[in-house]
Structure formats: structure tokens, C-alpha cells
């Protein structure tokens, strides 16, 4: 089975970039590597769009204290470090162009496509990441819903398949676009860990960030439905008792909502009048070494997100797959987290997480070695390269009948 993976709009974004790490490691398995010859489609940006690239790097690095400026990694070089040993197909930033690259390499799939494509010869699996406009639409524009909405319908209407990353966002894709549930493939929560993970030491990174004392972590962009005042007033809360004096709480993520500008100065004002500030350290943006260092570092990673579309979001993965305790809201798609030190808390509940957390962190907790971290990693990535490959079996046999 030839397989074509277009980055196309996933290397736009850090969960759309993960996604793609966790695919490629999935079909990548010795246990489907004789089923699966993966390559890997890589946009070239119009003439506009590396205007607009540059622009919102710059616009980071001003408004972060990240390292996304003009020293930030290529999307050539990122779609490179996603690929790995995979060939890299290089097209056009449109639809025309995965379907161009799908027959210059001969594939069976297209897996998966954020855009709609036309129907080729190659079988189309698209991609929906979530009903969020859908489910809190105060936070969209009624012409970003609509956007939303109708490039939904599109890729839904030109796919032979849907996957998304929770059972609750299958149950969206059925109810709002009508697709059938035989056609869509809700991945499995498969947090793991790469070698690479454990390559920085936590002591230094954390010297590196001026980072003293125990510490708890939120690794998420500042987005408001991220609900960081939640974090924030449990921590307060926290802080309260003697026993957590010297609690430290890290924040690491892109401080730019576009739909709300002002938010993150208003946690900022939040922090100032909880008297926390001087226990908050704020990251931005920082590299991915360094912030799964951080994590192997913290005491908990703390979750309190009002909405996702995969079990925890991209850290929840990432702290399950190094072993790290965490503390997570009780939104539905967060229960369909099936493994790790996880604790969860009423959403939105400033009380409930720092009753979780203090209970967490005082607990006494042995983490995983990294031996046993990269083999649980390892039986999970085998079980959803299975499932993949099993549905895409699927999608063929289909598209024989």
C-alpha cells in the first residue's frame, strides 16, 4: 500500500505538527512496514504566503519571548525532521498539488488531507480536527464559523474516508456532516516517547529558564478556551498553604489569541492580583527539547482546557508518553484518556484542580524508567498503526466493490 501524507496545513500549526510526527511514527512501525511504503508531501508556499509566513514570525518573536523569529527552523526543515528516512515530495500549497504528487509517486491513499481534493485514481482519507466553532461559538466570528463550516462539508463531501483524533469528534463528524461511522477512524489516545526525548538534562534547562524549586507545568498556547485563569487561581489557591511555599508554576506557549488579542495581557493582570507573579514564570515559545525536558522536570503537568478535539490535547500525549503525573478537566473527550498517572478535576473549577494537585503532587511517585517509557510507547504506536492500516484495508476494499 502506497501511502501519500500531505503536511499541507499541518505543519501551519504545533498540534497539526505532532499529528504528523505521530502519524509518520505509526506507519512507520516494523509491525506494518511491509504493508506501508509512506511518503511524505511537502507545500511550497506561494510568493503571498511566505509574506505572510515572515510576517507572523516576526510578529512572535515581538510579541513572545520565543525563539520563532528569524531563527526558527524552515517549514522545509520541519517537514524534513517529520519525514525522516520517508521521501519528500515537494507540490504546490493546494489540492491540485497532493493530487499531482499522489501520481508522480504512484499512491493508493492520500492519508490524511486537510483540503478537499477531486477525485483521482488515488483513495482520499480527509482530515477534521474539531467542532469547537460548533460547540463555543462565542468564541468565533459568524464568518469564521461559516468559513469553518462550509470547508468541513467540503472535505467531508470530497473524501472516501474522515479520520479524527477522539471518539467525540467522530460522533461531531456523524452528526454535523452526516458521515457515516463505518467511515471514519477515531485514533486510539496513543501517547509514547522518542529516544530523543530524553536527551536534555531538566537541571539545565530549567537553569537555562531560571527555573528554582518544584514546579508545575501548563504547556498550552493561550488560547481562552485553554482556560489558563483556571490554572492560575488554583495555584493561588495552592499557595495558600505553607506546605507549597516554594511551588513554582511554568507556563510555556504562544501568547497570541487571534480572536481575543487582549487575553493573555488580562491573565497577566490576573497573575498581578492573585500576588502569584513572582511564583509564575511565562516561556513563550520555546524548542521542543526544551520543553519536554521541562516536563521530565515538573512535578505534574497541569490540563484545564475547556475543549479539544483529542484526549488532553497534544501535552496530555507527551506527559503520558514520558510518565509524567498529570491533572487533567473531565470535558468528555478528555475520559477517553485510557493509560497513565492521570488525576482529573471538575472543569473550571478553580477549588477541584488544586484539591487534585495538591492530592497529585503529595502523593509519593516513582516515573517510569526510559526503557520501559519507549516500550510502553512502542506497544502503543504498534496497536494504532495496526488500526490504521486495518481501516485503510477497509477504505480499499470499499472502493473495489
Known amino acids: 500500500m502506497r501511502v501519500l501524507l500531505p503536511l499541507h496545513g499541518f505543519i501551519a500549526w504545533n498540534g497539526g505538527l505532532d499529528f504528523s510526527r505521530m502519524l509518520v511514527a505509526a506507519l512507520s512501525h516494523h509491525s506494518v512496514a511491509a504493508d506501508v511504503s ?201 499557595k495558600e498553604d505553607s506546605k507549597w511555599s516554594n511551588l513554582r508554576l511554568v507556563l510555556t506557549g504562544d501568547p497570541i489569541d487571534h480572536r481575543d488579542p487582549a487575553h493573555y495581557g488580562r491573565l497577566l493582570d490576573l497573575a498581578r492580583s492573585l500576588q502569584i507573579n513572582a511564583d509564575v514564570k511565562y516561556l513563550g515559545l520555546i524548542p521542543k527539547r526544551d520543553q519536554l525536558a521541562l516536563l521530565r522536570g515538573c512535578e505534574a503537568l497541569l490540563q484545564p482546557t475547556l475543549f479539544e478535539g483529542g484526549p488532553g490535547g497534544g501535552s496530555v500525549y507527551e506527559a503520558v508518553g514520558l510518565g509524567v503525573r498529570t491533572v487533567v478537566s473531565d470535558i468528555p473527550v478528555n475520559r477517553e484518556i485510557d493509560c497513565g498517572n492521570i488525576s482529573f478535576f471538575a472543569a473550571g473549577d478553580h477549588r477541584s484542580l488544586a484539591t487534585a494537585a495538591a492530592e497529585m503532587i503529595a502523593t509519593p511517585h516513582e516515573r517510569p524508567q526510559r526503557d520501559e517509557l519507549l516500550w510502553l510507547g512502542d506497544q502503543r504506536l504498534k496497536h494504532l498503526a495496526r488500526t490504521i492500516v486495518t481501516y485503510l484495508d477497509g477504505c480499499r476494499a470499499r472502493d473495489d466493490v
Not at 459568524?142 to 460522533?171: L, M, Q, W
Request: net charge positive.
Open 38 to 238: 509512506l511518503h511524505c508531501a511537502l507545500p511550497e508556499p506561494s510568493l503571498s504566503q511566505r509574506a505572510w509566513q515572515r510576517t507572523m514570525r516576526k510578529w512572535r518573536s515581538i510579541r513572545s519571548k520565543s525563539t520563532t523569529g528569524s531563527s526558527a527552523p524552515s517549514l522545509a526543515g520541519i517537514a524534513r525532521s517529520i519525514a525522516g528516512d520517508h521521501c519528500l515530495v515537494r507540490c504546490a500549497n493546494s489540492g491540485s498539488g497532493i493530487l499531482q504528487a499522489a501520481e508522480k509517486i504512484g499512491a493508493d491513499i492520500v492519508f490524511p488531507t486537510m483540503l478537499p481534493l477531486a477525485r483521482e485514481s488515488a483513495i482520499r482519507i480527509g482530515y477534521i480536527f474539531d467542532f469547537q466553532h460548533r460547540h463555543m461559538p462565542h468564541l468565533f466570528a459568524p464568518h469564521t464559523r461559516y468559513r469553518r463550516d462550509r470547508r468541513f462539508r467540503a472535505i467531508a463531501a470530497a473524501s472516501d474516508g474522515v479520520v479524527v483524533n477522539s471518539k467525540d469528534t467522530a460522533r461531531d463528524v456523524s452528526k454535523f456532516l452526516h458521515v457515516d461511522a463505518s467511515r471514519i477512524l477515531a485514533m486510539p489516545f496513543t501517547p509514547y516517547a522518542m529516544p530523543w526525548w530524553f536527551d536534555a538534562d531538566p537541571a539545565v534547562i530549567e537553569k537555562r529558564y531560571d527555573i528554582s524549586g518544584p514546579y508545575l507545568l501548563v504547556c498550552n498556547h493561550f488560547w481562552k478556551h485553554k482556560d489558563h485563569a483556571t490554572a492560575l487561581r488554583a495555584f493561588a489557591l495552592m
